[in-house]
């Protein structure tokens, strides 16, 4: 019997878990799911015969380490920080590693140590980052395998809320983790465009005018996606003259989540005495409030009128509203993710939409052409939602390969990148309903 532990059972967890689950009776896994939370894991795994709960601090090495030595293949859905604890029990304990998130620096450091164990730590195996490099990869090499010259790579990627749940004013409900959305972009991004890198500053990142449009389902704003010039080397285009990794939102949210910026209340390094505090005297305090309504101070600040719609906005947030934060001490991102968790907070019965879309511009036999590639998909409800399902699904295939030797496992710190890797795991994705169509005009 061969032992997997998922790390984590939190949002995007469940068709993960679900899928290891039904695939354990004819491989004859055991599924081992630790986190700190004991309902979470029931919540995911029920009554199964094939599931072992483990209630832990992740951070705890005598609570986790034990479990990493009796895994075959550990798979992380733990808040990015986290990973390299389990990673360096991976490699302690010659077990292979799968994440959805970004490598780290800690985490490409190991790459040497990691190849001379014969490893796998295959990171960004998730939606974005994950089916993102996939499916770009998948696009990239067969344009190159016709001998054309890539231009210009464009990918979007948004987890947003499908039109028939959507009911406030920012377009927007929370499908995967808050703290991401409130701290999204605050290191700028850079881009390559028309040959010239393109540094971004936070104060910048949340520009309305960027847009683009996805067939049949109008018209997003996107903002840039940290640094896309990291990928430049992976992706392999060395003739391209635009690469951009970008964010889509709805054009409101986009307008304003740029006043929540300019207001300085997505600050994650200041400190507030929250004790007496209401979170209009958090804004008044944070933005330097002398006198008038803080409506009107606000609008001042943005240029705006104190009709304008952002300014609605910002009132059905509630951080105009004199009501007590709580007892402690917080920053303003925490602050403000408070409000947020409960206002963005998704029904049980909401459904989420993923929206991803790359547009690849290049050269063949002398004629320009452009592909566009998109995938729309909908959540089933708040907790089946289509993040869960594109965050999921990935790991939880590619675990299934590497443990019944279907593929050979790739060595090394890495991205899924490689054809032994994506094509299998995109043809098994199609069968879940996540698959792309392409235009070529």
């Known amino acids: 019997m061969k032992t997997i532990l998922v790390a984590g059972a939190g949002k995007s967890s469940i068709y993960l878990i679900q899928y290891l689950l039904s695939n354990a009776s004819r491989n004859k896994w055991k599924v081992i799911v630790a986190d700190g939370s ?35 293949l550990v798979v992380s859905l733990m808040p990015p920080h986290l990973h390299i604890h389990l990673a360096k029990d991976c490699l302690k304990h010659k077990k292979n590693l799968i994440t959805s998130s970004y490598i780290s620096p800690e985490m490409k450091e190991m790459d040497k140590d990691v190849r001379e164990a ?25 344009i190159q395998r016709v001998a054309a010259v890539i231009t210009s790579f464009k990918s979007y990627c948004g987890g947003l809320i499908a039109p028939e749940s959507d009911n406030n004013p920012w377009h927007y409900k929370f499908s995967w983790n808050p703290r991401n959305i409130v701290v999204a972009g605050a290191a ?25 449009k996805v067939a049949g389902h109008g018209t997003f704003s996107y903002y840039p996606n940290r ?13 391209i003259k635009t690469f951009l990794r970008a964010t889509l939102r709805h054009p409101s949210f986009v307008k304003g989540w740029s006043a929540l910026a300019e207001l300085r209340l997505t600050d994650e390094k200041d400190n507030y005495d929250t004790t ?18 803080i409506q009107q101070h606000a609008a001042d600040l943005l240029q705006i009128r104190s009709d304008d719609k952002i300014m609605g906005m910002l009132q059905w947030l509630g951080i105009f509203d004199e009501k007590p934060i709580g007892n ?17 907070e998704m029904a049980p019965e909401d459904k989420d939409m993923v929206v991803m879309q790359h547009e690849v ?19 089933e409800n708040a907790n089946h939602s289509a993040m869960a399902k594109t965050v999921g699904l990935p790991m939880a295939i590619l675990a299934k390969l590497v443990l019944t030797n279907k ?23 199609a069968h879940h309903g996540i698959r792309f169509t392409e235009e070529v005009e």
């Open 38 to 72: 004991a309902d979470a894991i029931t919540g995911k795994t029920g009554n199964s015969p094939y599931a072992e709960k483990a209630v832990i601090d992740i951070t705890q090495a005598s609570q986790r380490e034990p479990l990493v030595a009796r895994a075959d």
């Open 118 to 142: 014969g490893l796998m730590f295959m990171c960004e195996m998730g939606l974005d980052p994950g089916i993102d490099h996939m499916t770009a990869s998948q696009i990239i090499h067969s």
């Open 188 to 212: 700028g991004a850079r881009f390559l465009q028309n040959g010239r890198n393109v540094d971004v500053p936070y104060a910048k990142m949340f520009d309305s005018t960027r847009k683009i």
């Open 227 to 239: 640094d896309s010039l990291s990928y430049l080397n992976v992706y392999d285009v060395p003739e």
């Open 276 to 293: 007496g505090l209401t979170y209009a005297s958090w804004v008044k305090a944070k933005t330097g409030h002398q006198g008038g309504t």
């Open 328 to 344: 402690g001490s917080a920053s303003s991102a925490d602050i403000l993710l408070t409000l947020l968790l409960e206002k963005w």
């Open 361 to 379: 511009e290049y050269l063949h036999k002398g004629k320009k052409n452009k592909l566009t590639s998109a995938m729309v998909i909908k959540g």
């Open 407 to 429: 593929i050979a496992k790739p060595i090394g710190v890495l991205i899924p990148n490689m054809p032994s890797v994506y094509r299998p795991i995109l043809t098994e994705l």
